[in-house]
């Protein structure tokens, strides 16, 4: 797949590159698509369709850390990207 971006949007993804937090063009594409599906899933219900699906994942089971679902996710695209290449 080519994309063209804008110059800003290409300034932004070497300024996030830069900074360190990602370390590929792709990372940070990968990223910002996925925050717009969560967006798009968050939009698509109403209120009440969410404060319920909020409470049926409080009573799912225990909590897990943020950091320990970034690490999985990570790890999950690393597998992704090795079978795909």
Do not use: W
């Not at 990968?30 to 109403?46: G, K, P, Y």
């Not at 409470?55 to 225990?62: H, L, V």
């Amino acid at each position: 797949m080519k994309l063209r971006l804008s110059p800003e949007v290409e300034r932004m993804i070497e300024q996030c590159i830069e900074s360190g937090q990602y370390a590929s063009a792709e990372e940070v594409i990968n990223t910002a698509v996925l925050r717009f599906a969560e967006d798009q899933i968050i939009t698509s219900h109403s209120p009440d369709q969410l404060n319920r699906i909020i409470e049926e994942a409080k009573n799912s089971g225990p909590l897990i850390p943020l950091e320990k679902v970034k690490e999985k996710l990570k790890n999950l695209e690393s597998g992704y990207k090795a079978e795909s290449a």
